[in-house]
């Protein structure tokens, strides 16, 4: 499926065709600030711009020889361009080249997932106003704790994914910045003049101070993001796994007209797509840690980042690409179960207004250490016998002396839990509900 993927406008970018198109990009961009100076003659410089090609596949023959892909190409460049070609690549070193089209590439990657990003929230936010009121149990440990609506799970994520965008930002920001300082990064044969030219055509700024190489923690901050958004995405697939759990059954992804979900078993229906981005963010982490180890190189520069780059630059922003999308989709389909939720709020007949008891008996004058005991045993009474918690308590005449009839069953009123979820709706979503979605009914 990712194989597939690539063919999108991600997988174009990380093309050899868009990749060499931009180093030489890079190159005519130096040309020409080097013919502003007087470097290079103007006719030269034409020539250079009218001319200058390449062919994925020259390059690739020539690097058989070479074994050095910069020379392949400024060797398959001057085979278009002719004598003239001796003034391109004048005064540079590969990594000039090579970390300033990195930097457009990411640059333009982090563009594309930005914009996911941007797609995915208004999917969550669509569906947290459609189910702001719907309620459900909220759970810790993976064990029934207190009220909650299935919007605020929503809003959490939603919240979360904006700061990803957040992070997402910051790294472009921080990724766009190019070099064209040299072999050790001095400017010894190329000005810094030049160096400003050629970021500002691209939209970059001067690294202000580099060796050979534009610094590894930038690109370690930028892969970082990519993975923290991962772990976002699989937080959201794993809670989503949980909640299509044959036992559990609230929610669950939309199950297309002849999908199959077992080959043995015709009955499955399975939670394939989280469990897709599940094992996907994994690789988001790896990759982010490759970068990491690339922030260690030998003095002004080795090589032991570029082999790693040429595989995680690609696959981590193809893959970030990838899992916004389908999270967005799964988000957008995702078929919620209102009943289902109310049926599960109830399995353990009132034992999630223990709090509520609890703090009443506190403010009625018991000492928490007594509260805490007599309604921990009615609740372990509860859990026991599969009683109602509501009437053990009106049973209990250590309770009954000090709370009324009447404030228990207020006690056990749901509007207690969720009276400020419109407020924190207000915070989390500055923009207001989408326009003319409608909210599922409370329970």
């Avoid at 005449?397 to 006690?411: A, C, D, H, P, V």
Wanted: glycine fraction near 6%; charge should be positive.
């Amino acid at each position: 499926m990712i194989s597939r993927y690539t063919r999108t406008a991600m997988g174009a970018l990380w093309s050899d065709e868009n990749k060499y198109r931009t180093w030489l990009k890079v190159e005519i961009l130096a040309c020409e600030a080097m013919a502003r100076m007087g470097k290079i003659p103007g006719r030269a410089l034409k020539t250079i711009k009218k001319n200058a090609d390449f062919t994925v596949e020259r390059i690739a023959q020539i690097e058989e020889k070479t074994k050095h892909d910069v020379i392949a190409f400024t060797t398959n460049v001057a085979e278009h361009v002719g004598p003239d070609a001796r003034y391109i690549h004048m005064g540079m070193t590969s990594s000039d080249v090579l970390d300033t089209s990195m930097a457009v590439l990411l640059k333009d990657a982090g563009k594309i997932i930005l914009k996911d990003m941007d797609a995915l929230l208004e999917a969550i936010r669509q569906r947290a106003f459609e189910h702001k009121n719907t309620v459900m149990v909220g759970r810790s440990h993976g064990i029934h704790a207190e009220p909650i609506t299935f919007g605020l799970k929503l809003a959490v994520w939603y919240d979360e994914m904006r700061r990803n965008k957040k992070r997402i930002q910051n790294a472009v920001n921080g990724i766009r910045y190019g070099k064209i300082s040299g072999a050790v990064g001095t400017f010894a044969n190329t000005a810094p003049e030049i160096e400003a030219y050629v970021c500002k055509k691209l939209g970059l700024k001067p690294a202000p101070a580099s060796t050979q190489i534009i610094q590894r923690d930038r690109y370690a901050e930028y892969f970082a993001a990519l993975a923290i958004t991962g772990a976002s995405i699989e937080k959201m697939a794993v809670e989503i796994r949980h909640l299509q759990r044959t036992e559990v059954l609230e929610a669950e992804e939309y199950f297309s007209k002849g999908q199959k979900g077992s080959s043995a078993m015709p009955h499955k229906r399975n939670p394939v797509g989280s469990e897709n981005l599940s094992g996907l963010a994994r690789l988001l982490r790896t990759n982010a840690l490759a970068a990491v180890e690339n922030v260690c190189l030998w003095h002004e520069r080795d090589i032991s980042h570029s082999s790693v780059e040429r595989i995680i630059a690609p696959d981590s922003t193809i893959l970030a690409d990838y899992m916004l999308h389908r999270m967005t989709g799964i988000i957008q389909n995702l078929i919620v179960y209102p009943e289902k939720m109310k049926a599960n709020l109830n399995l353990l007949k009132g034992l999630i207004f223990s709090q509520q008891v609890l703090l009443a008996l506190v403010e009625a004058g018991a000492s928490r250490e007594e509260a805490y005991l007599w309604v921990q045993e009615n609740a372990m009474n509860a859990w026991r016998g599969k009683k109602d918690f509501k009437g053990l308590i009106q049973k209990d005449k250590r309770i009954t002396g000090i709370l009324s009839l009447k404030k228990i069953e207020e006690l056990f009123d749901l509007n207690y839990h969720l009276k400020y979820i419109p407020h924190i709706f207000n915070r989390v979503f500055e923009a207001g509900p989408p326009r003319g979605k409608k909210q599922a009914d409370g329970v």
